[in-house]
Every structure is written in structure tokens, then in C-alpha cells.
């Protein structure tokens, strides 16, 4: 939970100002991200004299944790990179700026319907989505045809034959290489809820799930690390909050990882790997798949500059020369002119990302529904339950239990 308190008074003056003025930035990410975004600011900063950005940044692992205590101190960031059910749980209570006061110096007006709903709470914009992103596995076919393992035929493949062809590739390979690099994660049990025609939220902000699905969902992550097809309990949760390049995929040691797409290219880099995307399995009859805004550009409420915050995100959705030096680090541009500027600069995994992105959108999928007040616990709910899961503290039965027991308190219902 994020524990903190917002106090309510408007920001100070925002009419522009004389001298330069600073704000700061923060996202997460790898060194490739941080060497991308600076490149941006640069860029921004020549366009923008009058403005100097400062930028924070760092892994994924500690950036919630040190920006609810920003937040809580009335020291947070000028512009916020923000993803999932962040935006929501900030905005409601009031930390994040309504993006209509500043829509003066931020142009929304090429952004796609889809991904603009996606940063909306309650009808307001808060968010601007950075790039379109999906679940997907992404495999290595090196590893693949080491142990002599055919791919799969994506269109018909379930969870069963994913668990086999993780455990053909772990039993084939050298020690130290597994099919699947990590068991299941939160975001696959949506995707696993989905595909039986339950959600993990509702629209009403419910959880829209059963204790069947959230018990079989431990079940099959239990057995993925007990059957070798993926690695133990300890590796897992060693893995947990590593750096793309420290995953197994990224290290070359693993056929398949269930992933967001916008990870592609960073793998690709870090493994020196060509590697593929497949839809996931089980997607037939009813697809679990959905579009998802990679991450958000959110303003602090609490900002003295929303005038010159506004420009930076207004520079970074809807600005060639940045869209040409992110290309698709954040997903896929929501903006279609950005996506057709990046079109020829991608890399042939950029390439792949994008012709993945584009499949996906023609596909007819259930809508989603951003996560409530106090959702952001709730991933952080899945990934402890599993592990206790995985080390045999809890069993499957007792563990789906326990997670809409405490799921439920998180959100309130």
C-alpha cells in the first residue's frame, strides 16, 4: 500500500517565467532507457532553452517504494513515469494533475482513442501512455534447436504444451538452462482469468475472478519449477527484480519467458539472440490477451512548473526527433504519425514488436479495467503468495485462499 497523504493546495504560479526554469523527471529502467531518455532531453532542452530537465532514474525494483515517499514528503518529480494501476491510485488521492489544465501546452489530439482511455480515471485524464505493450512469450530458437525442440504452432497451443515444451527444453539443454525462465507472474493470471471469461478486475472494481482459476494459476506454477521446466523455488525468487539483462533470456539460458513485448529488443541486446514472439498459450477459444499502455507520463499535482512538465510530455509523445531516438523502448507509439515516423529506424526486433502490437489490435478480446485503489498491492500480494507456494509453505488450495482474502482487503471490498 502506499500510506501516504496528499495535501490538498494548488501549485504555486504557473505563468511562465524569466529565467530557466527546472524540473524533474523520473522513470525506470536499463542503461539503454537512461541513455535513450537523456538523448530526448537534450533534445527537448534545445527546443526548450528556457527549460533544463533533471533526470532520476532506476531500476524497477525500489521506484514505487522511493516515489510514495516523495509523494508523502511533497518532494515528488515534475513529470512521473507511471505503469499499471499507478496512475489511478495516485490520482485518487490527488497527487496527479488533471491534464485539462494544462492542455495549452499538451497536445493529446493524435494520441489513439484506446491508449488516451487507458490513462483516464474517472472520466479525467491524468496519464499519457507512452506506447502500446502485451503479454507474450518470448523465445529464443537457439536454445530451441540446441536441445532439439521444435517450436510451437502458436495459433493452437495450450498451457499443457507449454509446460512440455518447457520441460523437453530444461531435460535437453546444459545445466543451468531451462525452458521457461520464470514460472508464472501477476500479470499471467489476469491473462489466465481472461481466457476463462473472468477478469482480475471488474468494471465496478471488483475482483472478477474465482477461487478455482487463482488456485489452478498457483497450481501450474508450482508444477512449471517442480518439473524443471522452469527454474527452482530459491533461482525464481532469486530473479525476482533483476535487471532485463540479468534474466535468464537476457543471459541466453532459457527457451521461453512470459514477458511484455517492449522487453524484445533489450533481450534481444543483452542474449545477442534473435529472438521471436508468440501469442500466448490457451488463447483459443477465448483470447486473454489485451492492449495495455507500456507506462504513463503523469504530472505531480504538487509541481510549480505544469506549464513546462506538460511541454516535456507533449515533446515526448508527439515530437519526431524523439519518437526517432525512443523508437519503441516505452511500446509501441500511441501516436499514429510517431508510429509511422519510427516505421524504417527499427530494428528488426523493433520490427517484430510492432507487427506483434498490430496482430493483437485486430484481435476481438474482452475490455479491461484499471485496478482500484489499493490494486498496486495486489501484484505484490501474487508474487509473495507464490513463493510461498513454490517453497512449499502454502498448497495451491490454501494459497488461492488466502489471495482473495487479502486481495479483497487491499482493495476495499
Not at 523455488?233 to 541466453?252: D, F, P, R, W
Not at 516505421?343 to 476481438?364: F, H, N, S
Request: proline letters at 5%.
Amino acid at each position: 500500500m502506499l500510506g501516504l497523504t496528499v495535501a490538498c493546495s494548488s501549485p504555486s504560479s504557473n505563468q511562465p517565467e524569466d529565467g530557466p526554469v527546472e524540473i524533474r523527471f523520473s522513470w525506470w529502467g536499463n542503461a539503454t532507457r537512461a541513455e535513450l531518455t537523456n538523448k530526448a532531453i537534450k533534445e527537448f532542452e534545445a527546443a526548450n532553452p528556457n527549460i533544463k530537465v533533471k533526470p532520476e532514474y532506476g531500476d524497477i525494483g525500489g521506484y514505487f517504494d522511493k516515489l510514495a515517499t516523495q509523494v508523502a514528503a511533497n518532494d515528488a518529480p515534475d513529470v512521473i513515469t507511471m505503469g499499471g494501476a499507478y496512475p489511478a491510485e495516485y490520482a485518487n488521492r490527488g497527487a496527479l494533475l488533471d491534464l485539462s489544465k494544462v492542455e495549452g501546452s499538451l497536445d493529446l489530439s493524435k494520441m489513439d482513442q484506446g491508449a488516451l482511455e487507458n490513462g483516464q480515471v474517472q472520466g479525467k485524464q491524468y496519464g499519457v501512455s507512452t506506447g502500446a505493450n502485451a503479454l507474450a512469450i518470448v523465445v529464443n530458437p537457439a536454445v530451441f534447436q540446441a536441445a532439439g525442440v521444435a517450436l510451437p504452432d502458436d495459433s493452437k497451443w495450450t498451457w499443457d504444451d507449454f509446460a512440455k515444451t518447457a520441460e523437453d527444453i530444461t531435460a535437453k539443454s546444459p545445466k543451468g538452462t531451462y525452458g521457461t525462465a520464470t514460472v508464472l507472474t501477476h500479470d499471467s493470471l489476469d491473462a489466465f482469468a481472461r481466457q476463462r471469461g473472468e477478469s482480475l478486475y471488474t468494471q465496478d472494481g471488483q475482483l472478477g475472478l474465482g477461487k478455482e482459476t487463482v488456485q489452478d494459476y498457483f497450481d501450474f506454477s508450482v508444477k512449471l519449477s517442480e518439473s524443471g521446466a522452469a527454474p527452482s523455488a530459491s533461482e525464481t525468487v532469486e530473479k525476482l527484480n533483476v535487471s532485463t539483462e540479468q534474466t535468464l533470456m537476457g543471459m541466453g539460458q532459457a527457451g521461453m519467458m512470459l514477458t511484455w513485448t517492449n522487453s524484445l529488443s533489450a533481450l534481444s541486446k543483452a542474449s545477442g539472440a534473435e529472438l521471436k514472439l508468440l501469442k500466448l498459450p490457451g488463447e483459443t477459444p477465448t483470447p486473454g490477451i489485451w492492449l495495455q499502455s507500456s507506462q504513463f507520463y503523469t504530472i505531480s499535482a504538487r509541481s510549480k512548473h505544469t506549464d513546462a512538465a506538460a511541454k516535456l510530455v507533449s515533446f515526448l509523445v508527439n515530437n519526431e526527433a524523439a519518437a526517432k531516438i525512443i523508437q519503441s523502448d516505452r511500446g509501441v507509439p500511441s501516436n499514429s504519425g510517431m508510429r509511422a515516423a519510427i516505421q524504417d529506424l527499427l530494428t528488426p526486433q523493433g520490427k517484430v514488436e510492432a507487427a506483434y502490437i498490430d496482430q493483437i489490435g485486430k484481435m476481438d478480446f474482452a475490455p479491461t479495467f484499471i485496478g482500484p485503489t489499493g490494486s498496486t498491492a495486489v501484484s505484490e500480494i501474487t508474487a509473495r503468495i507464490n513463493t510461498e507456494v513454490l517453497f512449499k509453505r502454502l498448497s495451491p488450495d490454501k494459497a488461492a485462499e488466502q489471495w482473495l482474502s487479502e486481495s479483497k482487503a487491499a482493495i476495499g471490498k
